[in-house]
């Protein structure tokens, strides 16, 4: 069966992923918005509607939908590996749950009830995280972190002390800059932004770095907003504990060995002089591209802060064996 919306050109699959993921947004967005869905969970809630809408009658035939479907989403999220993770703990599961209950329509009743089960506490998982690793920063720390991230800040709302925090801007989107107006208008958090290419310069000044993730992978590496990498070499070069925060779904089943192993959405980009808002241009013979994220390797990650407790890269993949086993 075919999964598509005849009076729209994109498989509802797809739409029901947007949906997801624009529902109940605060305008203008909020890191402490606790409704908000994940990249996986909303990828998940999507195949669930992909189950309550198939024709299929047998379980081969509704596995092909699921499949299909998450293909689709992978296909065309720029969040990859994020989608990626989340399709795959479901289908994991289905294959699970179809060998648990031979019935087909009790299957498929299970499959529903334990998927929305999965939401909710999904959506928990970023309070569990934030108990665990809130006593990792302490009093009158300098805190430094990228990106846009509601586990990060829902972490740095449960610290116990008053800390200073450094936010690098994250061109091209400026989604650190966004998180930086976000945390001055939603906490008493003292925020500074920096630029990017000034994070040797403020490492020697920083007491630990925290970031999140797209996606936490089998060799105990993390994917994240570009410039993560280099921020983790810097910490480790300086002494610095690099620590990630990411739920358990994100957990994905790669094993890279170099950054070109890690699919990542390629954006091509505009430079721009900030001092006077003026756009480069140049010869039609240059390009300017912009990998949306980059390939953390384990040797610099000091923790992972995670809803199954503060883990070692390399328990990341026993954690990986249990989830998907």
Known sequence: MTQQDTDHEDPLVLQDLRRFLANKQQDPPSLFDTSAMAVPVAAISALLGVVERSQAETMMGLQDDLKQAADCMIQNHPQVIAVRSGCELFLRYSTRTFLELPNFSECKKQILERGERFQMISLAARDRIAKAAADFIPAGATVLTTGWSRVVAAILREAKHPFDLLVCEGR???????????????????????????????????????????????????????????????????????????????????????????????????????????????????????????????????LLFTDLGVLTPSAVSDELIRLYQ
């Open 172 to 302: 091209p989107d400026a989604s650190g800059a966004k998180a930086a107006a976000c945390y001055a208008r939603e906490s008493n958090i003292p925020v500074k932004v920096i630029l990017d290419s000034a994070v040797a310069y403020y490492m020697e000044k920083v007491d630990l770095v925290l970031v999140g993730a797209e996606g936490v992978l089998e060799n105990g590496g993390v994917v994240n907003k570009l410039g993560t990498a280099t921020m983790a070499m810097c910490a480790k070069a300086n002494g610095k504990p690099f620590y990630v925060a990411a739920e358990s779904y994100k957990f994905a089943r790669l094993y890279p060995l170099h950054q070109s192993d890690v699919p990542v959405n390629h954006q091509t980009v505009q430079c721009v002089d900030t001092t006077t808002m003026q756009t480069i241009s140049w010869d039609e013979k240059i390009t300017a591209e912009n990998p949306s994220s980059d390939f953390t390797p384990a040797k610099y990650i000091s």
